[in-house]
C-alpha cells in the first residue's frame, strides 16, 4: 500500500513538470512584444496642394512618424496627392522620388525626369506647384529653402516658370486668395464638432494656414482691425511688409470660421545707410541682369564723392531679403518739378536700363535699391546728380527771402544752402530736411534771408550735403544769381 502510494506521487510529480515545462514553451513562444518596438512617435505635419481652380493652395495636415526620415516621409506624402476632394496634387503622375537629402538647412529633392514632363501644366500652375512644394519643406525643421533637382541636375524653369538655379525659399504669394465654397462649408461643419478650433480666430489661422500665401507661424503678425466680418491683419515676411484680409465666409456670427481672402504688398521703409557699419552708396544704369544669381551689372552714371570710396562694380550681388522700391513720376509740384512715389516691387521687376540707387553692405552687397525712371534724372545735368535745384534758376533777379524748392538724396536727408557775395563771403545760411534720404529722391523747400545790400550785385547760391566721414562738402550745385 505504502509503495503504491509512492508510485502516485512520482506520477503526479512527472505531470505537474510536463505541464510547467509546457507552460513555459508557450509563454516563450507567444511573449509579448516591447512597446517600444511597435509604438512610433508621431509628428502632424502641413502639407501643401493646389486648390481645386489650380489658383493658389489649400492646406492639408498628416500624421508622419518622427522615428523615421521626416523629409521623405512628407515628399512621398505629397505624391501621394491630396485627401481632401477640393485639391489638386503637385506632382506629376509616374514622378519618381530618386533622393532627398539636407545639407545645411537646404533640402536637395531629386526628381526622375516625369517631373517636368507633362503636356498639361502651364507656368501658372507651375507657380503654385513649386510654392506648394517649399511652403512644405521649409515649414520642418532646419529646412530653410529647397533645391529641386530633375535626375540630378538643377533647372531654371519649370514649364515656363522661372525659379532660377539658387535654393528656393518661401515667396508671399500676392492677390485675391480663391475662396471655395463648397470647401468652406465641410470646414464649418468640421470645426462646428469641434476640430480645429483655431478656424475661430482670424490671427490662429493667419499663423496657422498662413503657408498657403507663402507666410511662416514664426513671422510677426498684428491685428489692425476686426469688424463686419472681415480681418486686416499687418505682416511681415523676410523684413517686407503685407496687409492680409480674412472673412467669414458664412457670415459675421460667433462660431463662424476665418479664411485668407487678399494679401496685398505694403511700403517697406529702407534703412537708412549706416557708414559706422562700411556701408555706402551708389548710382547707375543696369546694364545686364541675371535672375538666376541675382547679379545686375551697372554702369556708373555718376561720379560717387572721393570720401565714400565706393570701389564696388560693375557686377553687384543682390541680398535675398533686399528692399526693393519701384520710383515713379506721379506729377508735378507746384514748383514745377516731379512728384514722386515708391511702391515695393521684386527683384524680376528690374530691367536693363532702368537707374539704381543702391545701398551695398561693408562687402558690396545690394540690400536696398531704388528703381528709378532713367528719364525723370537724366534730363537734369549730370553734375546735379545728387541734388537738383528747381527753384531759382541759373542768372534770376532775386530779393531776400529767396525760396529754394528742389530734390535731393543724400545722407539722413539733410540739405545745406548757403548764399555768397561777389567776394565769396557768405551772406547767409541754413539747412533744411528733405522728405527722404537717400537712395530716395526726397522734396525740399527753404527760405533763406540776407541783409539789406548798399547796392545790386552779382551773388552765388550753393546748394549741398556734407560728407558723413569728415564732414567736407559733397554733391555741390552752385547757382549763380543777381542779387537786389
Known amino acids: 500500500m505504502k509503495k503504491a502510494f509512492l508510485v502516485l506521487i512520482l506520477i503526479a510529480a512527472i505531470s505537474l513538470s510536463g505541464c510547467f515545462t509546457n507552460t513555459k514553451t508557450k509563454t516563450e513562444k507567444n511573449a509579448p512584444i516591447s512597446p517600444k518596438s511597435t509604438v512610433q512617435a508621431v509628428k502632424e505635419v502641413s502639407l501643401y496642394f493646389l486648390n481645386s481652380k489650380m489658383s493658389g493652395l489649400n492646406m492639408e495636415v498628416r500624421s508622419v512618424s518622427e522615428n523615421a526620415d521626416l523629409l521623405k516621409q512628407v515628399i512621398n506624402e505629397l505624391m501621394k496627392g491630396p485627401k481632401d476632394q477640393y485639391s489638386k496634387p503637385i506632382i506629376p503622375d509616374n514622378t519618381k522620388l530618386l533622393s532627398v537629402q539636407l545639407k545645411d538647412t537646404t533640402a536637395y529633392v531629386n526628381f526622375s525626369k516625369d517631373y517636368i514632363s507633362s503636356t498639361s501644366i502651364d507656368g501658372t500652375t507651375a507657380k503654385y506647384m513649386v510654392a506648394a512644394l ?46 471655395d465654397k463648397d470647401r468652406v462649408k465641410k470646414l464649418q461643419e468640421s470645426t462646428s464638432f469641434g476640430k480645429d478650433s483655431w478656424r475661430l480666430d482670424p490671427m490662429k489661422v493667419i499663423q496657422e494656414e498662413g503657408g498657403v500665401v507663402g507666410f511662416s507661424p514664426d513671422d510677426d503678425f498684428s491685428l489692425e482691425s476686426k469688424k463686419g466680418g472681415i480681418a486686416l491683419i499687418n505682416a511681415i515676411h523676410d523684413n517686407k511688409s503685407y496687409l492680409v484680409t480674412l472673412v467669414q465666409p458664412e457670415g459675421d456670427k460667433e462660431g463662424n470660421i476665418w479664411v485668407i481672402s487678399d494679401v496685398k504688398p505694403k511700403f517697406t521703409k529702407i534703412p537708412e545707410a549706416d557708414p559706422t557699419k562700411g556701408e555706402t552708396f551708389i548710382y547707375g544704369i543696369v ?52 512728384q514722386y512715389s515708391e511702391t515695393d516691387m521684386d527683384f524680376t521687376d528690374i530691367k536693363v536700363g532702368d537707374e539704381l540707387g543702391m545701398i551695398l553692405t ?27 535745384v528747381l527753384s531759382p534758376m541759373r542768372n534770376n533777379s532775386v530779393t531776400s527771402p529767396i525760396k529754394v524748392v528742389g530734390k535731393a538724396r ?10 555768397l557775395d561777389s567776394n565769396g563771403n557768405i551772406l547767409a545760411q541754413t539747412s533744411v530736411q528733405a522728405s527722404a534720404g537717400a537712395p530716395s529722391w526726397g522734396d525740399f523747400q527753404a527760405d533763406i534771408q ?6 545790386p550785385q552779382d551773388g552765388t547760391l550753393q546748394v549741398f550735403s556734407l560728407s558723413p566721414k569728415d564732414g567736407s562738402v559733397q554733391d555741390l550745385v552752385s547757382i549763380p544769381l543777381y542779387l537786389k
Open 134 to 179: 517649399v511652403n512644405t519643406l521649409t515649414g520642418l525643421p532646419n529646412v530653410n529653402s529647397v533645391q529641386i533637382l530633375v535626375e540630378g541636375n538643377k533647372i531654371d524653369s519649370l514649364y515656363g516658370y522661372k525659379i532660377g538655379l539658387d535654393p528656393l525659399s518661401r515667396i508671399v504669394l500676392t492677390g485675391e486668395v480663391y475662396i
Open 287 to 338: 546694364k545686364a541682369i541675371n535672375y538666376d544669381t541675382r547679379v545686375v551689372t551697372i554702369e556708373r552714371e555718376y561720379q560717387d564723392t572721393s570720401d565714400i570710396n565706393n570701389v564696388a562694380g560693375p557686377d553687384i550681388k543682390v541680398l535675398p531679403n533686399a528692399i526693393i522700391h519701384r520710383q515713379s513720376k506721379i506729377g508735378y509740384d507746384s514748383q514745377g518739378g516731379y
Open 362 to 388: 561693408k562687402n558690396k552687397e545690394a540690400r536696398a535699391i531704388i528703381d528709378s525712371d532713367k528719364n525723370t534724372i537724366t534730363s537734369y545735368s549730370s553734375q546735379e546728380a545728387n541734388i537738383i
Open 410 to 419: 543724400v545722407f539722413e536727408a539733410v540739405v545745406n544752402i548757403r548764399l
Open 450 to 455: 540776407y541783409n539789406p545790400l548798399s547796392t
